[in-house]
């Protein structure tokens, strides 16, 4: 069973950046599709990027396209999310989890949440 941590969020000023990290601190992240997700107060948990860890693949929210983008280390066994021209509306605290069916962007099809990071966007 793959346990997943992630890290990096913070405070940051509109118009700023930040990168996310999601790595593996146990299990082997092979066999999935490591998607990130983020929920806001009051809000449902939306999918923002989707990667296959073995091979090629990305999906994005069409909202965050453009602004955010997924990548992978294999060596450190670690996903990554970069994310710029960040706005308030992107508050939210983010998540990853991973998925065997493939690269969706439904949150039901995602197992072994992490604990969540926060991003807070604000002057």
């Known amino acids: 069973q793959v346990q997943l941590e992630e890290s990096g969020g913070g405070l940051v000023q509109p118009g700023g950046s930040l990168r996310l990290s999601c790595a593996a601190s146990?299990?082997?992240?092979?066999?999935?599709?490591i998607g990130w997700f983020r929920q806001a107060p009051r809000k449902e948990r939306e999918f923002v990027a989707g990667i296959r860890w073995s091979g090629r693949g990305t999906l994005y929210s069409d909202s965050m396209k453009g602004r955010f983008t997924i990548s992978k280390d294999n060596a450190k066994n670690t996903v990554y999310l970069q994310m710029s021209s960040l706005e308030p509306e992107d508050t939210a605290v983010y998540y990853c989890?991973?998925?065997?069916?493939?690269?969706?962007?439904?949150?039901?099809?995602?197992?072994?949440w992490g604990q969540g990071t926060q991003v807070t966007v604000s002057s």
């Open positions: 989890a991973v998925s065997t069916y493939g690269l969706y962007s439904d949150v039901t099809r995602y197992k072994s």
């Open positions: 146990s299990g082997s992240l092979i066999p999935y599709v």
